[in-house]
């Protein structure tokens, strides 16, 4: 808790204060948090809440106009992501950590207003250019997979392949020092600034160019995650891996699987394939 004080100082007070609220509103909250219910919840809070959003700490604080009822779209927007959390553990993410993360991450933040009513729901959503926000499942696997090292899931310095929206970079920001990503679409990249900019997130380092040659300056990395699959994992992202090191990734074409690729010595890897998957393909280049 102390740690994502200081890594989310605006959204913080309402991520403080939601537990004890989320507690209050208890059961009901969660009663109401089916699929259908939460997609119109969601929407209901977008319309009200974004409005609510402010990118100033102070005026994050300052009690909104009277005819907003804030306590009860942030309690609504809290029981929806908390009905998603609930959905990811039940399909098998048990790192409690991680989970914690995703709660923490304001989703529909991440995606335009005209979907921020699909955000809570168990799947990728576009977000231009012919990409996609990961669907949030895949998110916390990937993530809670890179954090099962032999370091108790300390993460000092992480990578990711493909910063898209930020989504998948904001949820690391909570489980490690130091994030990294970089993105080879421009307006994805500059996306990606404005979405975390109101969030106010020290650690993360965005970065635009072709993540297949990695961030040699900044390696060597405790975990690299890659959001696009490639036939194989790039040969400089493998080199770029500290020793221990672990690195969750999509690889195939038309069909995909999640390997885990962990580097036990100076030239010594292991590859664990995990599941199967569907993500947007990795590219060379920038644009
Ligand atoms: N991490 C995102 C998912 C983004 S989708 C989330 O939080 O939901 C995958 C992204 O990978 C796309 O934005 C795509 O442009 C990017 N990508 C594909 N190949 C890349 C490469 N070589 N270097 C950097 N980014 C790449």
Request: aromatic share 4%; charged share 20%; proline share 8%.
């Amino acid at each position: 808790m102390t740690t994502k004080d200081k890594r989310f100082p605006l959204t913080l007070s309402s991520v403080v204060e939601k537990s004890a609220k989320a507690e209050r509103a208890g059961p009901a909250s969660r009663k109401v948090a089916t699929p259908q219910t939460a997609t119109q919840n969601a929407a209901q809070n977008v319309v009200r809440g974004r409005t609510n959003e402010s990118p100033s700490p102070m005026t994050a604080r300052t009690p909104p106009p009277a005819p907003i009822a804030p306590r009860s779209t942030t309690l609504v927007s809290d029981a929806v992501r908390g009905a998603m959390v609930a959905r990811v553990a039940k399909q098998g993410v048990k790192d409690a950590k991680v989970l914690a993360a995703l709660d923490a991450v304001p989703r529909h933040l991440f995606v335009e207003p005209a979907l921020a009513s699909q955000a809570y729901i168990d799947a990728s959503l576009p977000i231009g250019h012919h990409q996609t926000i990961s669907q949030p499942y895949i998110v916390a696997r990937m993530i809670e997979v890179m954090r099962a090292n032999g370091n108790g899931g300390v993460l000092d310095k992480v990578l990711e392949i493909g910063t898209g929206c930020g989504y998948q970079a904001a949820v690391l920001s909570l489980v490690a020092k130091e994030v990294y990503s970089i993105e080879r679409i421009k307006p994805l990249h500059e996306l990606a600034k404005s979405n975390l900019r109101p969030l106010r997130i020290a650690n993360i380092r965005l970065q635009y160019g072709d993540g297949m040659l990695g961030l040699p300056q900044a390696a060597p990395f405790d975990g690299i995650i890659l959001a696009a699959a490639g036939l194989e994992v790039p040969q400089a992202l493998l080199e770029q891996l500290s020793i221990g090191g672990r690195l969750v990734a999509p690889v195939g074409g038309r069909h995909q699987v999640l390997q885990l690729i962990e580097r036990i010595g100076k030239f010594e890897w292991t590859n664990t394939t995990l599941e199967d998957c569907h993500f947007v393909p990795l590219r060379p280049g920038v644009v």
